[in-house]
Structure formats: structure tokens, C-alpha cells
């Protein structure tokens, strides 16, 4: 802290609509030493660049910091050298230790027992009134007071850094074909009808287009399908439970779409602007591994996979999806120092690597010659990783549960420096009380904390993938690349159609070296799919359901 001759604590609200590039409604900041106060309306702000030091000598100290950096790109203000958002980093310190928990400043008063009777609990917790500002910085300065010490600097400004990474990708946005998606909204009543009449002929869940729970119960169990239940003893039908029994009862996975989609064919959810383009907040530092998590409802990437096909680039636009490549398994390759899990990551198929490996295939195998023992490796992968259990795996690849189990001892006795390397850090964190990623980002346990077992062993993956997503977003954002938003390990980025091929090229080369940061050397891979203006985004999982909404759009806006 003595390195800096000014410490600037800054609140600016957006006043933006939802959906629009962010725009500040005020500004207010106060320096720590001087205890100068500015206090700007929206009018002067075109006026400075900005009116408080942001160079090196300098600290900013925000919350909700992306909203803050959007209005600075708004104003075309210069990023501050050093940046740090005191939500964010209040949650660093006691990651964990509050089951429901977030980045908002209300959240760290309240756990810091700091009497704060004008700052809301809630997401948005920014005042609207420009009176109440200077009590609510007060509130950041008395934070900051508090945690100050236990603060990791150089990783704080990363973090502090990333934010503007988030805050570009948020006001680029993600193109909508708004020709398809407002005739989508017109007749949205109509084409809920019939998608249901279309996707509930072979199951007959439903009663007057309504999603009915006993004719649902007589399925499964005419059908012999074991379901999760509520803690009431009902069938638990959230979105996200038939997502993940999808998996498990693939005939099931039209209900899992339709399911995912009705909430759309009911009220306008997406969040568009005026200019076509999907913005939701990304929510950095959301969840307990630091991954973003931006509305389920809000973002484009958040609803029914079928949905992502009204993303279209405008004309003589390109976009591509870039994804780490069996990133999660790559990570724990390279962290646990495991040669036969590295060496099946760096094959080009890991999945038949570890078939070969364990002689459940020749050395030749391939994609297309063994297509059903890939399939089966693959899932014993993403059993192991996801804490999929035997009698899961079983029903999810056709074979018996001792067939399935004797999978799981294969992975385990084929990558036994892996499960060496789990198998101690899970005994560290019981005997610290506490993860850490390499870049610092905490996760604590308390006597209260319930254990997971496999939360615990999935956290080095899930929060150092996180660690890898963020430096990739730095390098790409900072160099110009238009990065349209993040997708759990993938990025979406926007170019001209004669640029995208150079681009995706950079891209990729970017997060390998993201990759090789954080696990010291290490390159992961990644694939990539280009969408060429005629052309929209596609996900094969959602194409069946796609085809059938986008004929019912046109069949109905043809009526209009």
C-alpha cells in the first residue's frame, strides 16, 4: 500500500437500459489521504479523461467493478494502471465460510460486522440516490480497512484487471438474428402449442400444454427410471435435474430441451439491446471456483441449447467458438504430474488413449474403427471427473454395474499418480481448512461446512481453469481481438469474415499460453468451430429442436 501516493475509492453506476452498452448515470470518488471528494454528474464526465489519478502511482478501489470499467470504455477513459474490486476480494478471504455467498459489498459488511443500514443486500446494491454515495464509499473505505492487510496484491490488480476484460466483452455483446427472434416473439404463444403437441406426442407428460408431474411419475415408473426427489418426497423437475438425467436416460433429452425452452415461449427473457446484440452481466468471481455465472435466463449461452441458434453474425461478419479440449482433464493431467494421463491428453483422442492404454483396444484404434469402446472410455472419463457412480455409468453406456465398476478401478489403477495426487491434496485441505489456486483464489472449510467429496477433488481443476479463462480474456482483450463473452471453457469472438481464419489462429495461441501459466508449461488443446455470415451458430445437441422451432417461426409469421 506504501507504493501508491493516491487511493482512490470510485462509485459510477450505470444508467444504461438493460441489454445497451453501459453508460454512467454519476460519479463519485474519494482519495484515502487527502480526503478530497469529486462528485460528477453525468454531463461533466465527457469532460475529464478521467478527474482523479488513475496512473501508476495510483490505486482504484471499486465494487461491481466490470460496471464501473464499462463506463470508463463509455467515456473512453483511460484503464487504471491498478484496480481492485473490494467485493471480489472480500470473497477471496472467506470463500466458503458462507454457504450462500457473492461479491456484492452489502454481503462482506455484513460478514465483516460492519453496521451498514443504507447499503441493501442484493446484487445491485449501488445507490440510486447521489446523497447516500459518499456514506456507501464510506462503507468501501471502512472494507478495505478491515481486509487491507490480508489482501494479496499483485493477484488482487489481475483480478482487478480481468475486470476490464469483462467489461469489454460485456459491451461488445453477442449478434442476435433479430429478424428470426422477433418473429419468434410474435407468435411465441402459438408455436409453444404446437412444439408441445410436436415433442409430448411420444411421452405424454403433458395436460393443456401444462407440464403435468403425475402423468410424469406413470412414465418413470412404467418405464423402471429412478428420479431425484425433492426433500418432500416430490419429483424434483427443475431444468437443471432433467439436464443432468438427460445423461443417464438419453430418450428423455427432447423433454430436456422443450423443458429448457418453455420459459422463453411464455415471456420475453433474453436481454437484448437496441443494436441486436445479447448483453447480460458475466458475474465474474460468482461462484465458488471463480468461474463466471451469468444469468441462466439473461445470456444467450445460459437457456435451452436449441436457442443459440438465433446467434447469427451480420453480414460480412464471422464468429467463432473456441474451447479448451478436454480442458478439466488436461488440467488435472498436468497438476497431478501423471505421465499415462499425460500422454492420453496430448494423444489426439484421449478417450481411445486410455482404451489403448488399459488393452481394451488396439494400438491402431481410431474414431471410426471403435466408435462404441470410445464411447464407453469417454464416459468413464467424465464419470470419474463429474462423480458419476457405476450404476449411473452403467445406464448411461448400456453395461452391467460390475462392467461399470470394473471402469472406474481401470481409470483409477491406469492413473494412479492422478488418484495419488487427489487422494493428498483432499487430505491437505481437511487438515488446512483450505484450497488455493496458483493465483491465489481461496476456498476455506469451517466446522459447519458440509463435505463433498467431489467438490473438494474437482476445486484444482474447476478454479485453475478458471485462473486460465481469465488470463486468455487479459491477453485477447488487451491485443484487440473482439471478444464477444466467455462460455464456461470457450470463448466467443466476432471478426470479419476475411480476419476470422487469423484470428482464431491468434486466439488459440493465446490460451495455450494462458494454459502454460498456470500449469508451468503445460499446453492445452483447443477446437474450434467458424460461423460465416450466412450461416448461424449451431450446437448439435440443440439441432433437432431447432429444426422444429425454426419451422414453426416461419409457419406462424407466414399467418401473420
Known amino acids: 500500500m506504501k507504493k501508491y501516493k493516491e487511493i482512490w475509492f470510485v462509485l459510477m453506476p450505470s444508467a444504461s437500459v438493460a441489454g445497451d452498452p453501459a453508460a454512467p448515470k454519476y460519479m463519485v470518488a474519494k482519495e484515502l489521504y487527502s480526503r478530497k471528494i469529486i462528485e460528477k454528474s453525468q454531463p461533466d464526465l465527457n469532460k475529464y479523461n478521467p478527474p482523479f489519478s488513475t496512473g501508476r502511482d495510483s490505486l482504484v478501489v471499486t465494487v461491481n467493478a466490470s460496471e464501473t470499467l464499462g463506463c470508463f470504455l463509455k467515456l473512453k477513459w483511460y484503464r487504471p494502471v491498478n484496480l481492485i474490486d473490494i467485493g471480489v476480494e472480500a470473497r477471496c478471504l472467506r470463500n466458503g465460510l458462507v454457504e450462500k455467498d457473492d461479491c456484492t459489498l452489502s454481503s462482506a459488511l455484513y460478514y465483516y460486522n460492519i453496521e451498514s443500514e443504507k447499503v441493501e443486500n442484493s446484487l445491485d446494491n449501488i445507490p440510486t440516490q447521489l446523497e447516500y454515495c459518499i456514506e456507501y464509499i464510506q462503507y468501501m473505505i471502512s472494507l478495505h480497512a478491515k481486509i487491507e492487510d490480508d489482501i494479496d ?55 393443456n400444454h401444462e407440464f403435468n408431474k403425475a ?35 438419453p430418450e428423455i433429452s427432447d423433454l430436456w430441451h422443450l423443458k429448457s425452452l418453455l420459459p422463453h415461449l411464455k415471456e420475453n427473457r433474453l436481454i437484448i439491446g437496441n443494436d441486436g446484440r445479447n448483453r447480460s452481466p458475466l458475474v465474474p468471481f460468482k461462484s465458488k471456483t471463480s468461474r463466471n455465472q451469468p444469468s441462466s435466463t439473461k445470456h444467450i449461452f445460459g437457456n435451452s441449447v436449441c436457442l443459440r441458434s438465433f446467434i447469427r453474425p451480420a453480414e460480412g461478419r464471422a464468429i467463432a467458438y473456441i474451447d479448451w479440449a478436454q480442458q478439466e482433464f488436461g488440467i488435472a493431467a498436468a497438476l497431478s504430474k501423471d505421465q499415462k494421463m499425460i500422454d492420453a491428453y496430448s494423444a489426439c483422442d484421449p478417450y481411445l488413449a486410455f482404451a489403448i492404454q488399459v488393452g481394451s483396444a488396439p494400438s491402431m484404434a481410431s474414431k471410426e474403427s471403435h466408435p462404441e469402446v470410445r464411447a464407453i472410455f469417454k464416459e468413464c472419463i467424465l464419470a470419474t471427473q463429474y462423480g ?19 471402469l472406474l478401478d481401470y481409470h483409477k489403477s491406469n492413473f494412479a499418480q492422478f488418484w495419488q495426487w487427489s487422494d493428498q491434496s483432499l487430505k491437505q485441505i481437511m487438515v488446512n481448512n483450505k484450497m488455493q489456486t496458483k493465483m491465489g483464489w481461496n476456498f476455506f472449510l469451517n466446522e459447519k461446512s458440509e463435505i463433498n467429496d467431489r467438490s473438494l477433488r474437482n476445486f484444482p481443476m474447476q478454479a ?36 476470422i481464419d487469423d484470428d482464431v489462429r491468434l486466439t488459440q495461441k493465446l490460451m495455450r499460453q494462458a494454459g502454460e501459466i498456470i500449469l508451468d508449461g503445460f499446453q492445452l488443446k483447443s477446437d474450434v468451430q467458424i460461423f460465416r455470415c450466412p450461416e448461424r451458430y449451431s450446437d448439435d445437441r440443440g439441432t433437432k429442436t431447432w429444426n422444429k422451432l425454426n419451422a414453426l417461426i416461419e409457419k406462424n409469421s407466414g399467418n401473420n
Request: charged content about 25%; overall charge positive; aromatic content about 10%.
Open 153 to 207: 496484491y499483485p493477484r488482487a490488480l489481475l483480478r482487478g484487471r480481468y475486470q476490464f476484460s469483462v467489461a469489454v466483452m460485456e459491451r461488445n455483446g453477442i449478434p442476435i438474428d433479430m429478424d428470426k427472434y422477433e418473429k419468434f416473439r410474435a407468435n411465441r404463444g402459438a408455436i409453444r402449442k404446437q412444439l408441445i403437441d410436436d415433442i409430448d406426442a411420444k411421452y405424454g407428460f403433458f395436460s
Open 215 to 249: 402423468l410424469f411419475s406413470q412414465y418413470l415408473h412404467r418405464n423402471k427410471m429412478a428420479w431425484p426427489k425433492n426433500d418432500s418426497g416430490s419429483l424434483n423437475c427443475k431444468i437443471e435435474t432433467f439436464k443432468e438425467m438427460a445423461i443417464i436416460y
Open 388 to 406: 458419476m457412480g457405476a450404476k449411473k455409468l452403467a445406464k448411461r453406456v448400456g453395461i452391467s454395474p460390475s462392467e461399470a465398476s470394473e
Open 464 to 499: 485453475n481453469a478458471a485462473e486460465i479463462m481469465r488470463f486468455a480474456c487479459i491477453m485477447a482483450t488487451e491485443i484487440g481481438l473482439k471478444v464477444c463473452t466467455t462460455v464456461h471453457d470457450a470463448l466467443l469472438i466476432e471478426s470479419p469474415i476475411y480476419q
